[in-house]
């Protein structure tokens, strides 16, 4: 995570804020002996830390198990989505603009929930095991996402070979900011987070289908989040804040 | 399909549109990434068991125990040219075993039969003793430490650094080439990074595993 938008003595920092994180650190896979389940439950549906994260995993593992065919995968992608808060956005970047919503529909770069369980039942082709649980998530995903959203996602923008697209959005000091794009497929969309004064904080060549920059804000201010496709192909994206 | 024969010839275009010599950073600039890889594989199980842990759902540990088990692997004596030895043995590691999941998916699905048949299920075929690329090896970083390793990759051939670690801290990756030149920096708060570039040229990288917790972390650092 970098630390931006003002000088200060970075190790310090850094000792700090790995001291504050490591010990809340809840991933705790190991925490459990013997590779045992944690005894407590620690529900991520409600950690802000993991949100952005998390909707990153399913995007993974939705798109290895669509492609793997694999039904069972799916259906855990969904219900990672079903559990994990997020909101909708409207923000139109400079240089850009919503993908046209009808042509929208054909390649969603960010798979929804009703995405996923609809190529789920398609792939599932009547087995009575999928289709039981993928109702219970269809079901059940009310309850299964509950907490706040600080994760926000915004519309599809397509981007021609080397146009530009900044969003400009203010983040809070002391809070860890992520911004992250899911693009309809590998290529060289680039993402760059500067702040206010335009300098580089960190950058994304986003080689893979998904980017991702974090840092960590020490004013409240203002940060362009810049998507550029140098590549020689239009691209389609959706970006994720938090 | 065509990509398989088209690939190839970008890397090369890219290649020679980039400076060869030591002092450049040793990456191709946007070489795309090789959808498949099984180290991605791997990352996105291993995410995906540490959501089905938080969240105590079964379900998602079955499908990253499936995941696990597609994906064999080759163990490599360690590399590390900076940071403390290894211990000889590393169990905490275990938690991505296959086994170890569905044990915990069957604790957490208690009665639920329909789970448990897809736990039965999975067991059976989980393959053993398979032994394939990609490699790993076992490793401990104390608190608030890094360990350094260095591998050799191969011009124009996509090159993949995955750490796992077992969850106690947060393990950041960073890539620099010979020069010290900054190639990638995998920063998530999680102890699971992936590094993925392609070399412009064949040489050695450093391969930094930061701790930035006050406790040790075992990890395996996997390459392909």
Redesign the interface.
């Known amino acids: ?2 630390v931006a938008n003002a000088m200060f003595p970075r190790s310090r920092l ?2 700090l ?3 504050a ?3 809340g ?8 002996s013997d ?4 005894s407590s ?5 409600g ?1 802000e ?2 949100q952005l ?2 909707l990153l ?1 399913a995007q ?2 939705f ?2 198990a669509v ?1 793997n065919r ?1 039904v ?2 799916i ?2 992608a969904a ?2 989505v079903a ?1 994990t808060p997020f909101t909708r956005i409207e923000d139109v970047p400079e240089g850009g603009y919503a993908a046209p919503a009808g042509d929208a529909a054909a390649a969603k770069p960010f798979a929804t929930l009703e995405d996923m369980l609809a190529d789920a039942r398609r792939l599932a082709a009547g087995n009575a ?1 999928m289709l ?2 993928i109702d219970d998530i269809g079901e059940g995903s009310a309850a299964l996402a509950r907490g706040a959203s600080a994760t926000s996602v915004t519309g599809i923008f397509d981007v021609p070979p080397g146009a530009v697209h900044v969003f400009r959005r203010p983040f809070r000091a002391g809070t ?1 900011a992520v911004a992250a794009i899911v693009a309809d ?4 969309l ?1 993402m760059t987070v500067a702040d206010d004064r335009d300098r580089a904080i960190c950058t994304d ?1 986003g ?3 998904i980017g ?1 920059c ?1 840092w960590l804000p020490l004013l409240d201010g203002e940060f362009l989040i810049i998507v550029r496709n ?2 020689m192909s239009p691209l389609r994206y959706n970006l994720l804040l938090h | 399909m065509i990509f398989r024969y088209l690939a190839p010839i970008v890397l090369l275009v890219l290649a020679v549109a980039v400076p060869s010599e030591a002092g450049g950073p040793n990456r191709i600039p946007h070489a795309p990434v090789v959808p498949d890889d099984k180290l991605r594989q791997l990352h996105v199980a291993a995410d995906l068991a540490a959501w089905g842990r938080r969240n105590r759902d079964p379900l998602a540990l079955i499908v990253a125990a499936r995941l696990i088990a597609g994906t064999p692997l080759r163990e490599m004596a360690g590399i590390k040219i900076e940071g403390e030895p290894n211990p000889e043995v590393l169990t905490a590691l275990d938690i991505y075993m296959p086994d170890v999941l569905l044990g915990d998916a069957g604790r957490l699905a208690a009665n639920d039969p329909l789970l448990t048949e897809l736990i039965v299920d999975t067991r059976e075929a989980v393959p053993r003793g398979v032994v394939a690329r990609p490699v790993r090896s076992r490793n401990l970083v104390p608190a608030f430490s890094q360990d350094v390793f260095e591998y050799v990759f191969e011009a124009l051939e996509p090159a993949t650094i995955y750490v796992q670690g077992m969850g106690a801290t947060n393990l950041d990756l960073a890539i620099e080439d010979e020069s010290g030149n900054p190639i990638c920096d995998a920063n998530r708060y999680s102890d699971r990074e992936i590094c993925q570039w392609t070399p412009a040229r064949q040489g050695p990288f450093r391969v930094i595993v930061k701790n930035l917790g006050p406790i040790p972390n075992a990890y395996y650092l996997m390459s392909n």
């Open positions: 995570m970098t850094f000792v804020l790995a001291l994180l490591a010990a650190f809840p991933d705790g896979a190991g925490a459990g590779g045992g389940v944690p439950a620690s529900t991520s549906a950690d830390r993991y994260d998390d995993v993974d593992l798109r290895l492609r694999d069972l995968a259906v855990a219900r990672i559990a095991t039981t649980l860890p497929g590998p290529g060289v680039e060549e080689t893979a289908s991702r974090s140098t590549g």
